[in-house]
């Protein structure tokens, strides 16, 4: 079986540094969670295989490009404000002594909200790894292959793969509280924080499953009752990947409200790419099955409207993503919109 190469994405400034030091963290917070989890054989050795593939990373991809984009537009005003303040000098002259204390107290408190960043970023890939897991078993959709690998029932046995994804959800939310080595203690506002905006929308991407499920056996499903599917299946941690790392980075309630509408529209275009993915690109591509929806006869954006108009309706959600975040945030070297720009150009 071919192994799928690490995803390409176009070249972008804001894109490309975010991606490695993205994909390197999360490595090393990955290596670092299992130890500190010690779960016994074999299922430590599944969550590691499942954990370490060759996913996309796009939920922790939308934590830290909202930690980002919203960050530097609270440092942005905030040297604004300095700018335009005429007393600003005569201040910083009376603070000249304590510097040294304030930069390492401001680069304390950065500190502890980029690892909540990170703690936010390994949250959801653990909660997106589990529903693969799930999703992928002979009682759901029986799938061989994902991520360019057999899947974790394949590799192991089901009990283990269901296991798997047992423990990876509650990994998810322990992730938010523990004390794991490298990373500072967590803060208690924003994990708080962190978990009410979690954990409803975990549910609902289960709901959302339930629904997807019970449509399959109708013949016929308008676009509304397939909206009202993927906004809890896919949108919902889409949502919460967004609003986690907005909160993170002590996003404002208008930036807040901007990232859960861009993040409406995104996780809608998400889906309805991944269906039109499903019929025009190869397995090999992929890394899991192609024209799987059609066999298991699902009810899916190309079904009601055709590639070309699935195509034309993506493109507009993106757009509608995009307007919802300059709304809020600067559009320059602007980290979520550079993701925004890879994903309408994904090839899987
Ligand atoms: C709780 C069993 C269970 C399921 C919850 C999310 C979900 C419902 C099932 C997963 C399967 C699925 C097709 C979900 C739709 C969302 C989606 C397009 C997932 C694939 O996400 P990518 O493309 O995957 O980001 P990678 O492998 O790149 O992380």
Not at 55 to 62: A, S, T
Not at 65 to 77: G, H, M, Q, W, Y
Not at 102 to 109: E, F, Y
Not at 249 to 275: E, K, N, S, Y
């Amino acid at each position: 079986m071919t192994l799928i190469s690490t995803p390409n994405p176009p070249s972008n400034n804001a894109f490309e540094p975010l991606y490695s030091d993205l994909r390197e963290q999360l490595a090393q917070d990955i290596e670092t969670l299992f130890s500190y989890a010690n779960l016994p054989n074999p299922l430590d050795e599944a969550c590691r295989y499942v954990m370490t593939g060759q996913g996309k990373l796009v939920r922790p991809l939308l934590v830290a490009s909202a930690f980002a984009s919203v960050f530097d537009e609270i440092n942005r005003s905030d040297n604004n404000l300095n700018d335009t303040n005429e007393a600003s000098e005569a201040i910083a002259a009376q603070e000249a002594s304590s510097e040294a204390i304030s930069d390492l107290d401001t680069l304390l408190s950065h500190e502890a909200h980029y690892d909540m960043c990170r703690r936010a970023a390994l949250a959801v890939e653990l909660l997106h790894t589990y529903s693969l897991v799930h999703d992928d078993l002979p009682c759901m959709d029986d799938d061989e292959l994902r991520r360019g690998q057999p899947t974790a029932h394949i590799v192991f046995d089901e009990a283990t793969a269901l296991l798997a994804g047992d423990v990876l959800q509650t990994l998810a939310f322990e992730v938010l509280t523990a004390e794991i080595p490298t990373f500072a203690p967590f803060d208690t506002t924003i994990a708080s924080r962190l978990l009410a905006l979690f954990a409803p929308r975990a549910r609902r991407m289960v709901a959302g499953q339930m629904l997807d499920l019970n449509a399959e056996a109708s013949a016929t499903i308008s676009q509304n009752d397939l909206e009202a599917i993927h906004r809890d299946k896919t949108g919902a941690l889409i949502e919460a990947a967004m609003l986690m790392g907005g909160i993170c980075a002590g996003a404002t309630a208008p930036q807040r409200m901007a990232l859960q509408d861009c993040a409406g529209h995104i996780g809608l275009a998400f889906q309805v790419q991944d269906d039109i993915l499903d019929v025009t690109t190869s397995t090999d591509t992929l890394g899991k099955p192609a024209g799987s929806d059609e066999k298991l006869d699902k009810s899916t954006y190309v079904k009601l409207m055709g590639v070309e108009a699935a195509t034309a309706y993506a493109q507009s959600l993106f757009e509608q993503g995009r307007t919802a975040i300059t709304r809020e945030l600067s559009s320059d070297d602007n980290a979520l919109l550079a993701v925004i720009e890879w994903l309408w150009q994904r090839q899987k």
